[in-house]
């Protein structure tokens, strides 16, 4: 069941490190890019149409990760701490508090990219995605690197 459980959530984790990072690329990008370049193309859907997908899959994957959590510390904080990975059991640890800060961050977040406000701030809703996209990359990498030091169902 555990195993199953953390599929589903590694796979949420990509779809939303999908969509954070074409928003923020999407943002940050120069709007007039060369046609057909990488930057005209990850600019070409609008970065508002990811907003509430982002919402949704970074709440879906927060919970998993907190089904998934009680595992860890049975199982997986022991074999860290066993084999001397305090440099990957100090990362994941940061990740709990910078996922519990992401999700303190979504309702500005959602309120920044409402349509109603899209001409308005256009600084704090870059700032608000990059700090998203900061918190989403850590997470997945670094619960990539924890799963991977401690093996997958061990």
Do not use: C, D
């Amino acid at each position: 069941m555990w195993i199953v459980l953390l599929v589903v959530h590694g796979l949420l984790a990509f779809l939303l490190l999908g969509a954070i990072t074409h928003q923020t690329l999407s943002v940050w990008a120069p709007p007039r890019s060369k046609p057909g370049s990488f930057f005209a193309r990850a600019r070409a859907v609008p970065a508002t149409s990811y907003v509430n997908a982002i919402i949704v899959l970074f709440i879906i994957t927060a919970i998993l990760g907190g089904l998934i959590y009680t595992n860890y510390r049975i199982t997986a904080r022991f074999t860290l701490e066993q084999g001397r990975f305090f440099k990957t059991f100090g990362a994941f640890e940061l990740k709990e508090h910078f996922i519990a800060l992401g999700l303190g961050l979504l309702p500005a977040y959602w309120w920044y990219w409402k349509s109603a406000l899209a001409e308005e701030h256009p600084l704090t809703r870059k700032m608000l995605t990059t700090v998203l996209a900061f918190v989403v990359w850590w997470g997945f990498l670094v619960g990539h690197l924890a799963n991977n030091v401690r093996g997958l169902g061990t």
